[in-house]
């Protein structure tokens, strides 16, 4: 059966509600190609790993047509459908969407809790499914993706930024045998968070107390003799 503009439409905007989560492999293709649709995501993670997803996309007069037509338009809840059984194995709440017809926009929000993998120490791990990414450093703690992909004959402009916890530090991307993305990052300094100067100073003072309370001689209990 011939794939029709209006399917691929629902296609697209039902890739958008997933892959705010799964960060999909893009193929790489030239800054200068035209693309027809434009997808903004934002991640921002808490020093626990979880993450605030958000994702914008802009369209036209024509695909905005489309979309109104589209049931997905007038009910949410098959987007958040589609969203938890495609996210199956992760934690999502809060979901919601926001539709701006004045700017053709749709936002989808999401929580994702455990988002950031923890490995002990201090130490956390970040997977991103995307194969050999353009990555960018805007600061210490933020980074940002872009490229393109192809969803049936539209072709997508996808930018990603990522933000780290205000606490994390040594940030650093790296590739997988597949040439997948991991980021790593070091937040909480594990057992040695402990160790803080003003932690070691509580914790003399309460030993200071427990020795001179232990060493304080009690009270010996006096017998009254009555006088026969």
């Keep these: 059966m011939k794939t029709t503009y209006k399917d691929i439409m629902k296609k697209v905007i039902i890739f958008l509600i997933i892959a705010v989560i799964k960060l999909n492999t893009y193929s790489q293709v030239t800054a200068q190609d035209p693309t027809s649709l434009v997808q903004e995501f ?20 024509t695909q905005w047509e489309y979309f109104k037509q589209a049931a997905i338009y007038n009910d949410p809840a098959i987007a958040k459908r589609d969203l938890e059984r495609s996210m199956a194995s992760y934690d999502v709440q809060d979901f919601k969407r926001d539709v701006d017809d004045l700017n053709r926009t749709v936002k989808v929000g999401v929580t994702v809790n455990g988002y950031a993998k923890y490995n002990g120490n201090g130490q956390w791990v970040l997977k991103i499914d995307s194969k050999d990414p353009q990555v960018t450093k805007l600061t210490d703690n933020s980074y940002m993706i872009t490229g393109n992909t192809v969803m049936g004959s539209i072709l997508v402009q996808q930018i990603y930024k990522i933000f780290f916890p205000s606490s994390a530090s040594n940030v650093k991307q790296t590739t997988d045998e597949f040439g997948k993305a991991i980021f790593t990052y070091s937040s909480g300094d594990g057992f040695l968070s402990y160790l803080k100067w003003n932690n070691i100073v509580g914790f003399i003072l309460l030993l200071i107390a427990v020795y001179i309370v232990a060493r304080t001689p009690g009270q010996r209990p006096t017998l009254n003799t009555a006088k026969i």
């Design 42 to 61: 934002t991640v921002n993670l808490d020093k626990l790993g979880n993450a605030k997803l958000e994702v914008d996309q802009k369209m036209n007069a």
